[in-house]
């Protein structure tokens, strides 16, 4: 008897001979004469598979399961389950019968389901699950950026083994295998064809390929197998994502820091593989726990500088400093060497673990020869564990990183790799991770290596290869976790493919777009991993705290906006009720994580308090904002000068406290005064907190030149190649020369007579005044919306643009106020830079010299401003020094 439209066409063609034949052999199996059923009323429907008593009954229960399978019982709903699958009504009633009588322990419905199944098929079951430990890998989602597409790979195809999709919900015996690990070695020996494929696709064709199948160990495959397949997967917690996005940031933070402040140095930066650093500090702390007390590591150029900040916890001060290339400086006749670059040098460090245990690492200074540090690494290892009597080499490890064409293209890696089993040179099993770009320097894999990975070589020596998509950093610290417990545990070598990109070229001066163009261009669009981690986290609310950092917001009318310019909070005409829309961006938001109040009429005491809460929440976004400028410097306000010269200029360089509190300025706030209290030597932009004052002038408010498209806010590449980056530090002109390029040394555009900097809003008023005597082909202007820490690099690559122009500065405050004094000395630190001959005094535009801020008269400053943008506009104009 068949389900379905069979079933009912049955029916109709043979009266209700099928049904009676059903009930004629299960009643027979239960030794019952074979009586003619009698009708059932339809109020019984819901009975037990056993009551079963008229082939109407059978019919009525045929069409409630066909309408809505949870209507009828779940015994009759098995049943009609496994007739669809293909199981004779015959060998349902029979396992029924033996389930009754104590025979058979198994479910009937199952047992009726594998008395159906074949020799072949349980043969080519057990050659399907063997096909995905071998080849699983394959299949897997390695590739960060898709690129990768392989072909269909037959063997992981159950149509290859008989199966379709008829075939996914069918129960098969697959066994409890004794002597191996496992999903099979599990006490469920039958399951459903789609149960088998998702266990085996979710083991082996996720984020993380698996190849071990080639060791010919059994007790070792076994030991990976129970860690690979078994669905107690390390699930990770709200404590520990957390700790693994704080390492990720880190990582993602120092790259971002390099890349922006030496911009034109070779650093052989990490982008594209920021996960390596909470991956390495995960197998750090959980080898550590298991025994180790020392690690000796070797690496090529790439990621050196993260690795020695971030896991072996270099200065990043001593880190910086070489970047200048200076020398340094020892005691008197203390020899301090030759040196050399940045990216070859090593450093070692005793770093506590996040258990509370404590690890020398040493990462080994190697040069440009890349692999070459690879036996050093494994000599001052197997050293540490003669001299420690470390015999079972439990306490001293090493652990090597590679890229991805030397792995598969340097001899010296076999070299390495062949040492493991000899008795005399082995350390007990290296740890290799590899940093998998996807390309060896501008050569693609298929010209680099004749092998499918970079890492097959590890597989003359039976390693375990991991490879795993570096954009998944939850997956990155799995993998490294279970490298490290093999390693501590066979005392071998495994190998860890890094599966990742490379944001920029073989070094951050070179262009990859001339080799790899298709490649490049799904970089640039491309999300970091630190960026995907932090909308995973938020969707799977594990950032319930973090997500919403605390943002707090005061000064007086700062809800509706001194100028009406805010309504941050608004009232509703006919209540009165308040409400503040971005205090529910997001849900779960928790009240008091986001804070706009009006304050009291105060600036002393209320600029006091908000600097306080600043200085406890260092992760929180705290705003006072002046109501007017000459609010935060005039007699109205005198005590807030207290705040600002003793607490928030000085408060760190005397008492080490440090405040991130952010304040906007308006009207005469002296910008001056601000610049004068500010340090920017040395030079460094940390990634902590700096107090930050924003100067707003109130004609920008409602300016419609003064604003920005929607899209400027999203975190899609919009700007030509920078992703995320929304607030510059110098402003390009936007004439000339399109797009400009932000190389340190951008295409040049001689035909430039003049550039004018100048900051803020006198650059609408120059940009107009530009446009309107057509002068766009002979000056530029150039905003430096950055004044203090002073952008050198980007001003020196604007004077580097325009090699055949007089520089001028433009502001509206008198001469003795604004920014002119304070940018004077550094642009001309920039021409001399530049090789450009300087003055002692930059070209000036603005307003003479005055006692006072500005005049009371409307006519008179708009005489002067229109005096002023002349100036700076008029080819012919020379500052009389």
């Given at each position: 008897?068949?389900?379905g439209?069979v079933?009912?066409g ?13 009930l ?12 003619e059923p009698?009708?059932?009323?339809l ?25 809505d ?19 004779p009504?015959?060998?349902?009633a029979?396992a ?9 322990r198994v ?9 159906n199944?074949?020799i ?40 290859s ?64 197998r ?63 726990d298991l ?57 070692s ?38 001299l ?10 090493g ?9 598969s ?7 390495t ?19 998998n ?37 939850e ?7 279970l490298?490290?417990e093999?390693?501590?545990?066979w ?20 262009e ?10 799904k ?42 310019h ?23 938001q ?26 406890e ?9 002046a ?11 005198g005590?807030?000068l207290?705040?600002?010269?003793q ?12 405040s ?28 902590f ?6 100067m ?9 030149k ?27 002109d936007d004439?000339g ?22 900051t ?24 430096i919306e ?10 020196s690559?604007?004077?580097y643009?325009?090699?055949?122009a ?14 002119y ?6 642009m ?7 090789g ?12 003479p ?9 409307g006519?008179v ?9 002349g100036?700076a506009?008029?080819?012919s ?5």
């Amino acid at each position: 008897m068949v389900l379905g439209g069979v079933y009912t066409g049955m029916l109709l063609k043979r009266g209700q001979g099928a049904g009676k034949r059903l009930l004629r052999g299960y009643h027979a199996s239960k030794g019952v004469a074979a009586a003619e059923p009698e009708p059932v009323p339809l109020s019984k429907l819901k009975d037990s598979f056993n009551d079963a008593t008229s082939v109407t009954y059978l019919e009525e229960m045929e069409k409630r399961y066909q309408d809505d399978p949870g209507s009828v019982d779940r015994t009759w709903a098995s049943f009609f389950k496994s007739l669809e699958s293909g199981v004779p009504g015959e060998a349902i009633a029979e396992a029924f019968d033996a389930f009754e009588k104590g025979e058979s322990r198994v479910s009937p419905l199952a047992a009726a389901a594998i008395s159906n199944q074949t020799i072949q098929e349980s043969m080519r079951l057990v050659m399907m699950v063997r096909a995905y430990q071998v080849n699983g890998h394959f299949a897997a989602s390695l590739d960060p950026l898709g690129l990768d597409q392989r072909p269909h790979n037959p063997e992981l195809d159950p149509a290859s083994y008989g199966f379709s999709e008829a075939d996914m919900d069918r129960e098969f015996f697959i066994g409890s295998w004794g002597g191996t690990s496992g999903f099979l070695s599990e006490d469920r020996p039958i399951r459903t064809l789609r149960e088998i494929l998702t266990r085996l696709r979710e083991a082996y064709c996720g984020h993380i390929g698996y190849e071990y199948m080639h060791i010919p160990e059994r007790e070792k495959c076994n030991w990976l197998r129970e860690r690979i397949e078994t669905p107690v997967e390390a699930v990770f917690s709200t404590k520990k994502k957390q700790h693994t996005l704080d390492r990720l940031a880190w990582s993602e933070m120092f790259e971002t820091f390099c890349s922006n402040k030496f911009t034109a140095a070779k650093r052989f930066g990490l982008e594209g593989c920021e996960t390596l650093i909470p991956g390495m500090k995960a197998l750090i702390d959980r080898v550590t726990d298991l025994g180790v007390e020392s690690i000796v590591m070797g690496m090529p150029h790439r990621g050196r500088l993260n690795v020695l900040a971030n896991v072996v916890r270099k200065p990043m001060a001593q880190i910086f400093s070489e970047f200048s290339g200076k020398a340094q400086k020892g005691a008197e006749n203390e020899y301090m060497g030759s040196g050399d670059v940045k990216y070859h040098l090593g450093t070692s460090y005793n770093r506590p673990t996040i258990n509370g245990k404590m690890v020398h690492l040493s990462l080994m200074a190697n040069p440009s020869h890349l692999e070459a540090v690879n036996t050093c690494v494994l000599g001052k290892t197997r050293a540490k564990q003669l001299l420690s009597n470390d015999d079972e080499r439990g306490k001293h490890m090493g652990v090597l990183l590679h890229g991805d064409g030397a792995f598969s293209g340097q001899g010296i890696v076999f070299e390495t790799l062949d040492m493991c089993g000899l008795p005399d040179y082995s350390t007990g099993g290296t740890i290799h991770l590899v940093v998998n770009n996807q390309v060896a320097f501008t050569t693609d894999p298929r010209k680099s290596r004749s092998s499918p990975y970079c890492t097959d070589v590890a597989k003359a020596l039976n390693c375990p290869i991991f490879h795993v998509n570096a954009d998944d950093v939850e997956a990155v610290v799995r993998t490294c976790e279970l490298a490290a417990e093999w390693r501590q545990r066979w005392k071998t070598d495994v190998v860890v493919d890094l599966v990742c990109y490379r944001k920029y070229g073989h070094n951050e001066i070179d262009e990859p777009m001339f080799t790899q163009p298709l490649m490049y261009k799904k970089i640039r669009g491309h999300k970091n991993a630190h960026q995907r981690y932090v909308e995973q986290l938020l969707a799977e609310g594990s950032l319930d705290s973090a997500a919403g950092n605390v943002v707090r917001l005061s000064g007086q009318d700062v809800e509706r906006g001194t100028f009406s310019h805010r309504h941050a909070t608004i009232h509703d005409q006919e209540t009165g009720e308040k409400y503040t829309s971005l205090c529910h961006v997001f849900p779960g938001q928790k009240p008091g994580q986001l804070t706009i109040s009006n304050s009291s009429l105060s600036e002393f005491g209320v600029l006091g308090f908000e600097l306080g809460f600043s200085m406890e929440t260092p992760n929180s976004l705290t705003l006072w904002e002046a109501q007017f400028g000459d609010f935060a410097n005039g007699a109205q306000a005198g005590g807030a000068l207290v705040i600002f010269d003793q607490f928030l200029s000085s408060g760190e360089a005397k008492w080490l406290r440090q405040s991130g509190l952010v304040g906007p300025e308006h009207s005469s706030a002296r910008l001056e005064r601000f610049l004068q209290m500010s340090d920017e030597n040395p030079y460094v932009h940390r990634q902590f907190r700096k107090p930050l004052i924003v100067m707003s002038p109130k004609n920008l408010l409602r300016h419609p030149k003064c604003k920005s498209d929607l899209d400027e806010f999203d975190d899609v590449p919009g700007d030509h190649g920078i992703v995320g980056v929304r607030f510059k530090r110098v402003i390009m002109d936007d004439r000339g020369l399109l797009p400009k390029s932000r190389a340190p040394r951008p295409p040049q555009e001689t035909v430039v007579k003049r550039v004018v900097f100048c900051t803020g809003k006198v650059f609408y008023e120059l940009h107009a005044e530009r446009e309107r005597l057509g002068v766009q082909d002979d000056i530029a202007i150039v905003r430096i919306e950055q004044l203090a820490p002073f952008p050198f690099d980007l001003v020196s690559r604007e004077l580097y643009r325009y090699p055949g122009a007089e520089m001028v500065w433009c502001q509206e405050e008198p001469m003795n106020m604004g920014a002119y004094f304070h940018i004077q000395p550094r642009m001309e630190s920039c021409l001399r830079a530049e090789g450009r001959p300087t003055t002692g005094r930059i070209t000036y535009a603005g307003r003479p010299p005055s006692a006072s801020t500005a005049t009371g008269f409307g006519q008179v400053h708009a005489q002067e401003q229109a005096r002023l943008v002349g100036e700076a506009l008029d080819l012919s104009f020379k500052m009389q020094i």
